[in-house]
C-alpha cells in the first residue's frame, strides 16, 4: 500500500517526508526529479502502551510505503509523467503551504491555501474528464469489434461520471455499483483516491486552529481530511537525539505529540486500513489489514497457514486492555471473546489466532 506526497513548489513537501522517514533523500534523487520512495513505521500510542505492557525482545510497529512526487507546476495537466505516478498510489497526501515567509518565494505569487488547494483539484478532476474524452473516442472507433451491449454500457457510465466531474465534484463521492466498480477497475481514474490535505504553518501558528476549522468545514462534503503541521518543528524534532529531549521540546510548544505521528495514523486511515496486534514476551507487532476484514483474512497477513488452517481467535479489544492493564485482568473481567471465521476484526483489536495446518 502506498500513499504519495504531492504539492506546489516550495510548500515543505521535502521537509515533511524527511520528518515522516527520518531520512533525507540524496542529492542524486533529487537531481533526477523522480518519485522518492522510502518506508515509515506507524506512529501508534496503542502500541507504546503495548510494548511498555510486555516489555518484549522484538517490537515491530506497523509500515507503509511512501513516495515523495516531483513538484506539481501550474497547469500540471500537461505532464503526463506526474498523473501516471498519482494513479499509481493508493492515497493522496497533498501539502499546501500556509506558512508566510517572504524568503521563500510562492509559485503563485502569495500565500493562499484555498487557492492551492482548489487549483490542484481542479487539475485532478480535469485529468479525469481527459481521459473521459479519449475512452469515448476510442469507444467509437472500436464499437463494431467491441460487444455492442458491453461498449453501450461503458459509454453509459462514462456519461454518468462525466457529468459528475463536470460539476467539479470528485468521483470519490459517486455511489458505483458492484458491476460499474468492475467496469472501471482498470483506467487512471485519480479522483476516485483517498486525499489527506497537510496544512504546512509556521510555528507561531501552532495553536491557531482558525485556518483548518475553516477548511475542514469547506472540502468536509468532497471528504478530504485536513491536519496542519509545521514541517519546520517537526524537522526540529527529529533532530533530537532522545525521546527525553523530543518530550521536553514538545511541552515547550504545547504540544501533545509531533504532528506527523498524527499524520502517519491519517495515513492508514486513507488507505482504508484498520490496526490489529498481536503481543507477548517474544514480540508486540502492529499489523494492518483492509476496512472489513474476516478473522482468518486479517490472520493471512500473519501468515498464509493461518488464514487456510483457522480454527478460531481469542481476542480482545484494546479499550479493555488499557483499562484492566494485563490479560489476566481482562479475563477475570470476561472480556476475552472467542471469535469465529465470520468475526469482522476491529481497529485495535489484540488477536492469538488458534489455526491447524
Known amino acids: 500500500m502506498k500513499i504519495g506526497i504531492i504539492g506546489l513548489a516550495q510548500t515543505g513537501k521535502k521537509a515533511l517526508f524527511e520528518a515522516l522517514t527520518n531520512r533525507k533523500p540524496t542529492e542524486n ?13 506507524v506512529r501508534d500510542p496503542r ?8 516489555k518484549p525482545k522484538k517490537e515491530a510497529r506497523a509500515r507503509i510505503e511512501i513516495e515523495m512526487l ?3 507546476e ?15 498510489l493508493d492515497a493522496i497526501c497533498h501539502v499546501v503551504r500556509a506558512f508566510k515567509d517572504e524568503t521563500v518565494y510562492h509559485a503563485e505569487g502569495s500565500v493562499d491555501p484555498k487557492r492551492d488547494i482548489d487549483s490542484i483539484n481542479s487539475e485532478l478532476i480535469l485529468h479525469d474528464l481527459l481521459f473521459i474524452e479519449k475512452r469515448m473516442e476510442n469507444i467509437e472507433k472500436k464499437t463494431k469489434r467491441l460487444k455492442k451491449e458491453y461498449s453501450e454500457k461503458e459509454k453509459t457510465l462514462l456519461m454518468k461520471l462525466k457529468v459528475h466531474l463536470e460539476k467539479e465534484l470528485p468521483l470519490r463521492l459517486l455511489d458505483l455499483t458492484d458491476e ?14 483517498t486525499v489527506i490535505v497537510v496544512l504546512n504553518i509556521s510555528e507561531k501558528d501552532l495553536a491557531d486552529t ?4 475553516q477548511l475542514r468545514h469547506d472540502y468536509q ?32 510548544l504545547g504540544i501533545k505529540e509531533p504532528a506527523v505521528d498524527a499524520l502517519s495514523r491519517l495515513c492508514i486511515k486513507a488507505l482504508n486500513l484498520i490496526s490489529f496486534f498481536t503481543v507477548g514476551p517474544d514480540e508486540v507487532r502492529q499489523w494492518t489489514t483492509r476496512f472489513g476484514s474476516t478473522a482468518p483474512e486479517a490472520a493471512g497477513v500473519i501468515h498464509t497457514d493461518f488464514q487456510k488452517g483457522f480454527i478460531r481467535a481469542e481476542v480482545i479489544k484494546y479499550s479493555d486492555f488499557a483499562t484492566y492493564g494485563s490479560e489476566a485482568k481482562v479475563k477475570e473481567a470476561g ?14 483489536d489484540m488477536l492469538d489466532i488458534r489455526f491447524s495446518v
Open 29 to 41: 534523487e533529487i537531481a533526477s526529479k523522480a518519485s522518492i520512495k522510502s518506508v515509515i513505521e
Open 47 to 54: 502500541f507504546d502502551l503495548l510494548a511498555e505492557t510486555y
Open 70 to 72: 516531483p513538484r506539481i
Open 74 to 88: 501550474k497547469d500540471a495537466i500537461a505532464n503526463t509523467d506526474i498523473f501516471t505516478d498519482i494513479n499509481e
Open 180 to 193: 460499474e466498480t468492475q467496469l472501471i477497475s482498470s483506467y487512471p481514474f485519480i479522483t476516485r483516491k
Open 210 to 213: 482558525t485556518l483548518i476549522e
Open 221 to 252: 462534503a468532497v471528504k478530504i481530511d485536513i491536519l496542519q503541521i509545521s514541517a519546520q518543528v517537526e524537522s526540529e524534532i527529529m533532530k533530537l537525539e532522545s525521546e527525553e529531549e523530543r518530550a521536553e521540546f514538545l511541552k515547550e
Open 335 to 348: 472480556s476475552l471473546y472467542i471469535k469465529g471465521k465470520d468475526y469482522i476484526v476491529e481497529d485495535g
